[in-house]
């Protein structure tokens, strides 16, 4: 299994009694570390109005982590085009590669308040999932239902604010096909008049699709024969249809000549799985955070989490079972075999692992411990 390359995605993650700066210093600490530790790459998710996590913008974090390593990928997963132009995105991430040539990795997200948000309907897979279980044990819950956060005063809010008066989102197809064209100095309006991005034209980036399901995301990276990340750590019940609707759709490319899959997970590692589960104890309330519409909180202790889930509801259990029952938690022997399953389950090329802690200490711990027992594999 150490042919398959793991990765690293950071939110940037803010500790209860931390704050923003001490996060930014966090992940520059945290990239330089999965580095030396061998993860072939370091990506950034985007976030906004999320009060436990600090990582707003990927292009900035990416061209401080960019300047603070050496060898490692670096890359977004994903920016959200949402609430942003092909033009912007290009000009971005071609600046970090004039200075950083051949290390970023792009990733293109349909996020960012796109209508519709994400369908709660599954789709057909060849790989049937029984009890909850794909057929190599691999835990597919049952699928939650975004409408209640989409429609929620603060995303609303979170809209107004990312968006131009009376602006809209460009379609997600059309803007792909910019992004690729700016990159390629191909990009022609309806009229013929060229657009030249610097920088940005010719910059050596790897772009990605990121897809929470088998919908729009996975047509569009497998008819632009681009690379995919399928969303196990989010988006759980998905993952299978995800990876086979990307494959279904692939055509070769200039890019690819056959497809390329990523499969991201949530863990937490330590020793032994008492002390991992220990550790892990504040999830369940920073999910709840997100999925009550709030906004992630900042990351409670286990002392804090456990407070704070004292007199929880079964209703508050189930908000975010699906993402506790799929989080890897324990000694680095248990968590590199539910990796396993995972990459067995989804025929993914590579993994893509997050770690939430409290303490920056025991983050960074827990990647040392997964890259040594990854690597002896």
Same mark, same amino acid.
């Given at each position: 299994?150490?042919?398959?390359?793991?990765?690293?995605?950071?939110?940037?993650?803010?500790?209860?009694?931390?704050?923003?700066?001490?996060?930014?210093?966090?992940?520059?600490?945290?990239?330089?570390?999965?580095?030396?530790?061998?993860?072939?790459?370091?990506?950034?998710?985007?976030?906004?109005?999320?009060?436990?996590?600090?990582?707003?913008?990927?292009?900035?974090?990416?061209?401080?982590?960019?300047?603070?390593?050496?060898?490692?990928?670096?890359?977004?997963?994903?920016?959200?085009?949402?609430?942003?132009?092909?033009?912007?995105?290009?000009?971005?991430?071609?600046?970090?590669?004039?200075?950083?040539?051949?290390?970023?990795?792009?990733?293109?997200?349909?996020?960012? %308040? #796109?209508? *519709?948000? $994400?369908? /709660?309907?599954?789709?057909?897979?060849?790989?049937?999932? &029984?009890?909850?279980? @794909?057929?190599?044990?691999?835990?597919?819950?049952?699928?939650?239902?975004?409408?209640?956060?989409?429609?929620?005063?603060?995303?609303?809010?979170?809209?107004?604010?990312?968006?131009?008066?009376?602006?809209?989102?460009?379609?997600?197809?059309?803007?792909?096909?910019?992004?690729?064209?700016?990159?390629?100095?191909?990009?022609?309006?309806?009229?013929?008049?060229?657009?030249?991005?610097?920088?940005?034209?010719?910059?050596?980036?790897?772009?990605?699709?990121?897809?929470?399901?088998?919908?729009?995301?996975?047509?569009?990276? %497998? #008819?632009? *024969?681009? $690379?995919? /990340?399928?969303?196990?750590?989010?988006?759980?019940?998905? &993952?299978?249809?995800? @990876?086979?609707?990307?494959?279904?759709?692939?055509?070769?490319?200039?890019?690819?000549?056959?497809?390329?899959?990523?499969?991201?997970?949530?863990?937490?590692?330590?020793?032994?799985?008492?002390?991992?589960?220990?550790?892990?104890?504040?999830?369940?309330?920073?999910?709840?955070?997100?999925?009550?519409?709030?906004?992630?909180?900042?990351?409670?202790?286990?002392?804090?989490?456990?407070?704070?889930?004292?007199?929880?509801?079964?209703?508050?259990?189930?908000?975010?079972?699906?993402?506790?029952?799929?989080?890897?938690?324990?000694?680095?022997?248990?968590?590199?075999?539910?990796?396993?399953?995972?990459?067995?389950?989804?025929?993914?090329?590579?993994?893509?692992?997050?770690?939430?802690?409290?303490?920056?200490?025991?983050?960074?711990?827990?990647?040392?411990?997964?890259?040594?027992?990854?690597?002896?594999?």
């Amino acid at each position: 299994m150490s042919a398959i390359p793991l990765g690293v995605l950071d939110l940037v993650p803010i500790p209860s009694g931390s704050t923003a700066a001490r996060a930014l210093h966090n992940t520059i600490d945290l990239a330089r570390r999965a580095e030396e530790f061998g993860y072939a790459r370091y990506w950034v998710a985007e976030h906004h109005l999320n009060p436990g996590v600090a990582g707003s913008s990927p292009a900035v974090v990416l061209a401080l982590t960019a300047a603070a390593t050496s060898t490692i990928r670096i890359g977004a997963g994903a920016v959200q085009l949402g609430h942003r132009t092909a033009l912007s995105t290009v000009e971005e991430f071609g600046l970090i590669d004039a200075l950083h040539p051949g290390r970023l990795d792009l990733g293109l997200g349909r996020s960012g %308040g #796109r209508p *519709g948000g $994400r369908s /709660t309907e599954a789709r057909p897979t060849t790989s049937p999932v &029984v009890a909850g279980r @794909a057929p190599n044990g691999l835990r597919i819950p049952s699928r939650f239902s975004f409408e209640h956060v989409l429609n929620s005063p603060r995303f609303r809010l979170q809209q107004r604010l990312l968006h131009l008066p009376g602006a809209g989102p460009q379609d997600y197809d059309e803007q792909v096909d910019d992004v690729l064209a700016l990159l390629r100095g191909e990009y022609r309006a309806a009229d013929g008049t060229e657009a030249r991005a610097v920088p940005g034209e010719g910059a050596r980036v790897q772009v990605w699709i990121l897809g929470s399901s088998g919908g729009q995301s996975a047509a569009v990276a %497998g #008819r632009n *024969g681009l $690379r995919f /990340t399928a969303n196990y750590h989010v988006s759980p019940a998905a &993952v299978l249809e995800a @990876a086979e609707g990307y494959r279904a759709a692939f055509q070769p490319s200039e890019h690819l000549d056959k497809p390329y899959v990523s499969v991201s997970a949530d863990v937490v590692v330590a020793p032994d799985d008492e002390s991992a589960r220990e550790l892990a104890t504040g999830y369940g309330p920073w999910v709840r955070s997100i999925r009550t519409a709030e906004g992630a909180i900042p990351y409670p202790t286990p002392d804090q989490a456990r407070a704070l889930t004292d007199g929880w509801t079964d209703a508050d259990r189930t908000l975010v079972a699906d993402r506790v029952e799929t989080q890897f938690v324990g000694s680095p022997g248990r968590v590199a075999d539910q990796l396993e399953q995972l990459q067995e389950a989804t025929a993914a090329d590579e993994l893509i692992v997050t770690t939430i802690t409290h303490d920056h200490a025991d983050r960074v711990r827990s990647y040392e411990l997964l890259a040594a027992e990854w690597q002896r594999r």
